[in-house]
């Protein structure tokens, strides 16, 4: 192929799916974001011009009251459930990476008896849907003495399968080179998954890591069984409490839901160039 034709084929490739594919994706990304931004908008606006008819999109006058109200109310002690709401999430991200990489490492690298009956019997465990474990979970839990406990939203989640699928497929893209100069070197399997596969994986921990994250700090069903006491309950179950209990104030409810998604968007600050490679190099090997 000569290098006109090549450049002829990414013209073309260019202009029959790149273009129309941002054309369509573009609107809709926008139109998607349109709730999120007027929520961080509404927590600038006074309680006045929130409610005013019609509504206006960018605030008249920004203001940090309802900021200053929200972080300030006695019976909102914020900083108590950022505390239970990271404790729970962050706990869970570092047990279920390290889980679901040593897992994903072994089903790849390693051959063992009933191999494939183990990692598909662990792969159905995806289609069990969360509800219908609920009930035998919490009285598991009422067993152990972890209800309105935090470690009754951490033990129950050591075990990932969609992670363990998806560094599974992550490994195999790792060369077995490396793991057999390492074994020649003296290094021992776990040194192996500790200094040569964990570090090649990065992309894929930031990404499973950053949807763990998310999944346990917006967790709101399954906490609310669990803590049924305030003072272990996580922000999503206080956010819904607070907006009850402030009626029509929806500029303060606005201003606690950015405060509650903060850490996130702070959280996809640091891992977003990780994340598309993350999910791309997963796939390359089945």
């Known amino acids: 192929m000569t290098v006109h034709t090549q450049r002829l084929s990414w013209k073309i490739f260019w202009r029959e799916w790149i273009r129309p594919a941002y054309v369509i994706l573009i609107p809709l990304s926008l139109l998607a974001l349109v709730p999120f931004v007027w929520m961080i908008l509404g927590a600038f606006k006074t309680g006045a011009e929130i409610r005013q008819i019609p509504p206006t999109f960018f605030p008249k006058q920004f203001t940090l009251e309802n900021f200053r109200t929200v972080l300030t109310d006695p019976d909102l002690p914020l900083l108590l459930f950022y505390r239970n709401s990271a404790i729970i999430a962050l706990a ?15 089903f790849a690298k390693f051959e063992f008896r009933w191999k494939g009956v183990l990692f598909w019997f662990i792969m159905a465990l995806m289609m069990i849907p969360s509800q219908l474990t609920m009930i035998p979970g919490y009285l598991m839990l009422a067993r152990l003495g972890l209800i309105n406990n935090l470690l009754g939203l951490i033990l129950p989640a050591a075990i990932d399968p969609f992670g363990i699928f998806l560094f599974r497929q992550f490994a195999h893209s790792i060369p077995n080179d490396l793991m057999d100069a ?19 994986m990065k992309p894929a921990l930031a990404t499973f890591g950053l949807l763990t ?6 967790a709101y069903l399954w906490p609310l069984i669990v803590l049924t006491e305030q003072r272990v309950r996580t922000l999503p179950i206080i956010l819904t409490w607070y907006s009850t209990r402030m009626g029509n104030k929806l500029h ?27 999910i791309t190099m997963s796939g390359l090997r089945s």
């Open 252 to 278: 303060l409810t606005m201003a606690a839901a950015v405060l509650v998604v903060l850490p996130v968007l702070l959280v996809l600050m640091f891992v977003q160039r990780w994340i598309v490679k993350g």
């Open 92 to 106: 869970n991200v570092v047990q279920v990476l390290f889980t679901s990489s040593l897992f994903g490492y072994i």
């Open 213 to 218: 994250f998310m999944f346990n700090w917006n």
């Open 182 to 200: 390492a074994r020649v070197d003296g290094a021992n399997e776990f040194q192996i998954y500790w200094r040569i596969v964990l570090p090649q």
